[in-house]
């Protein structure tokens, strides 16, 4: 059986203006990008006489780049007024007193935003498959860096519709869900940054190692896990050909340590990621419970 809240949202949103020009507007950004790009890839070949396929790698790379930060905005903006719009239309109390629970509310409205951030995925396949015109990309690169896109659009849809259970007005969940999701993109960085640092100016720190004077990073940089930017860097830049990739993202902050999370980093940020995303839609289906208790 359908979930009611998601088969009313993926009704309305099918029949709205919104998302044709949502749609437009995401793919048309894509599009200008890589032909962009493309017609400066093409512009110095006729001026060298020399074909460098590492620039069509740099085309994946740069769309795929700026796809990502699309989904970072546009995610949150689609979730934020998930609940609290309902509440500001004064259709929260009835959802609340049909049959369905709380939960089903709040997984209606993930999986109506989730089915538009798809839709727009899925548009932007042809973009993103340019590069198969020169090769260096295989299918299965392209549907993990789509699998991920998944991820990251579930993880920051979750923030908003966290924040939107959580507060009574739009504007404000909208500004703490950018405001969280910069703390995570930057705010983790940051950190590690001042924590390196610090243990830099402290020659004679139980950190350093004897073989390379590199202090060793700080049980810190394991927050980068619930970074997406840097996960989104790793995955990239694997599918490019790049093999140490995890010892120059990180390598700002010192050396990092050798185990199983360092050694496996986006299959554990990922599984970190969606475990974060089913709490945060815990905590919003139990914001919006009457009396915070269950199966009223």
Not at 169 to 184: C, E, F, H, N
Request: glycine share 6%; with cysteine.
């Amino acid at each position: 059986m359908w979930n009611p809240v998601f088969e009313k949202e993926s009704k309305v949103s099918a029949r709205s203006f919104k998302l044709a020009l949502m749609m437009l507007l995401f793919n048309g950004i894509l599009a200008i990008v890589a032909l962009f790009n493309m017609y400066s890839v093409m512009e110095q070949v006729k001026m060298t006489a020399e074909v460098r396929y590492s620039s069509f790698l740099e085309l994946y790379i740069f769309v795929a780049a700026i796809e990502f930060i699309l989904i970072l905005f546009l995610m949150p903006s689609i979730t934020a007024s998930g609940i609290s719009g309902e509440r500001e239309r004064q259709t929260l109390d009835l959802m609340l007193t049909t049959r369905m629970t709380t939960g089903q509310i709040v997984i209606g409205k993930m999986m109506a935003a989730m089915q538009t951030m798809l839709l727009l995925m899925i548009s932007s396949l042809p973009v993103l498959s340019l590069v198969f015109v020169y090769g260096g990309i295989s299918g299965s690169d392209l549907a993990a860096l789509l699998g991920y896109f998944a991820i990251t659009a579930l993880f920051v849809g979750s923030m908003g519709l966290c924040f939107s259970a959580l507060c009574k007005k739009t504007m404000l969940a909208s500004v703490l869900t950018y405001l969280a999701i910069l703390i995570l993109a930057v705010g983790t960085y940051s950190f590690n940054r001042f924590f390196f640092a610090v243990q830099s100016m402290n020659s004679s720190s139980l950190l350093y190692s004897v073989e390379e004077m590199t202090p060793q990073a700080g049980a810190g940089c394991y927050l980068l896990l619930l970074n997406p930017a840097v996960t989104f860097y790793l995955l990239i830049y694997r599918q490019a050909g790049s093999t140490e990739t995890l010892e120059t993202a990180i390598s700002q902050f010192g050396r990092m340590p050798e185990n199983f999370v360092t050694a496996h980093w986006v299959g554990v940020s990922v599984l970190l990621q969606a475990g974060v995303a089913v709490l945060l839609l815990w905590v919003a289906a139990r914001a919006i419970e009457p009396g915070h208790r269950r199966g009223r």
